[in-house]
């Protein structure tokens, strides 16, 4: 049974939100730049975290998400706004949603537990948490070639695509969206490069992730000084850089 003493939730401002964003962006994505802002208005307040290239916006979002206060249902044109578990380490998950079926919407309420002992019960002041990804020239050049390259020409794409939204240019964002793009190498995102670290044979809690442009092995031995583990597994991308998995030797499968 739950156990969220509602409307007793401790009060969180924006700007402790912003820091708590900053600081969640910093473990899951340590090798990238963000900047994040914050916006005060009388409607209330929003983050805005941005970034050029890197991971694609679906994996930021999941990661900076769980600190929005608020909640909007399009359906029936309501706001509301949702409690959350603090854990000491900074971590929030949804501890109590009202939702919108009770008003003819169509978001369900929730209900949960607190994850830990240690966790307290907070309300964050920002209302929406907002991912924005830039790409670089150099991103849009290279997945505009891997088009290229599959369908012969910008026509051709167009002919086979006459419905789609946005064209040519909606076809390089949403290819966008399911790469990261880091030291001029796209690589997957999201299950994709799940299904790397299962290939490699080591769970995410146990090994690192590296992009390194020029896979050799003077260039694999410097990055593993900065990364754990004895033994690298890396996946080749175009001949001429990849992703490399470090860790223990243990922990990683047979080649």
Same mark, same amino acid.
């Given at each position: 049974m739950a156990s969220v003493e509602i409307g007793r939730a401790e009060w969180l401002d924006a700007a402790e939100v912003a820091r708590l964003v900053r600081a969640a962006l910093r473990r899951a994505f340590p090798a990238d730049r963000f900047s994040v802002r914050l916006r005060r208005g009388a409607g209330g307040s929003?983050?805005?975290?941005s970034w050029t290239d890197g991971p694609?916006?679906?994996?930021?979002?999941?990661?900076?998400?769980?600190?929005?206060?608020g909640?909007?249902?399009a359906m029936v044109d309501l706001a509301y706004?949702?409690?959350h578990w603090l854990e000491p380490d900074g971590r929030a998950t949804l501890a109590y949603s009202p939702g919108t079926e009770g008003s003819r919407g169509s978001h369900p309420g929730a209900l949960a537990d607190p994850p830990s002992p240690d966790a307290r019960l907070v309300r964050f002041g920002a209302d929406h948490?907002?991912?924005?990804?830039?790409?670089?020239?150099?991103?849009r050049e290279a997945i505009e070639a891997e088009l290229?390259? =599959?369908? !012969?020409?910008?026509?051709?794409?167009?002919? =086979?695509?006459?419905?789609?939204? !946005?064209?040519?240019?909606?076809?390089?964002w949403r290819?966008?969206?399911?790469?990261?793009y880091?030291?001029?190498i796209m690589l997957p995102a999201g299950p994709e490069l799940e299904r790397i670290y299962r290939r490699s044979g080591c769970e995410p809690e146990r090994c690192e992730v590296a992009v390194i442009a020029v896979l050799t092995k003077a260039s694999i031995a410097g990055t593993r000084a900065t990364h754990s583990g004895d033994r690298a597994r890396c996946v080749l991308n175009r001949g001429h850089g990849g992703l490399c998995v470090f860790g223990p030797a243990g922990e990683l499968g047979p080649r």
């Amino acid at each position: 049974m739950a156990s969220v003493e509602i409307g007793r939730a401790e009060w969180l401002d924006a700007a402790e939100v912003a820091r708590l964003v900053r600081a969640a962006l910093r473990r899951a994505f340590p090798a990238d730049r963000f900047s994040v802002r914050l916006r005060r208005g009388a409607g209330g307040s929003s983050i805005r975290a941005s970034w050029t290239d890197g991971p694609p916006a679906g994996s930021v979002e999941a990661v900076i998400g769980p600190y929005a206060g608020g909640r909007f249902d399009a359906m029936v044109d309501l706001a509301y706004r949702v409690e959350h578990w603090l854990e000491p380490d900074g971590r929030a998950t949804l501890a109590y949603s009202p939702g919108t079926e009770g008003s003819r919407g169509s978001h369900p309420g929730a209900l949960a537990d607190p994850p830990s002992p240690d966790a307290r019960l907070v309300r964050f002041g920002a209302d929406h948490v907002f991912a924005v990804r830039d790409l670089s020239a150099a991103f849009r050049e290279a997945i505009e070639a891997e088009l290229l390259e =599959q369908w !012969g020409s910008e026509a051709n794409w167009i002919e =086979q695509h006459r419905d789609a939204y !946005g064209g040519w240019a909606g076809a390089i964002w949403r290819r966008s969206c399911e790469l990261e793009y880091r030291a001029g190498i796209m690589l997957p995102a999201g299950p994709e490069l799940e299904r790397i670290y299962r290939r490699s044979g080591c769970e995410p809690e146990r090994c690192e992730v590296a992009v390194i442009a020029v896979l050799t092995k003077a260039s694999i031995a410097g990055t593993r000084a900065t990364h754990s583990g004895d033994r690298a597994r890396c996946v080749l991308n175009r001949g001429h850089g990849g992703l490399c998995v470090f860790g223990p030797a243990g922990e990683l499968g047979p080649r």
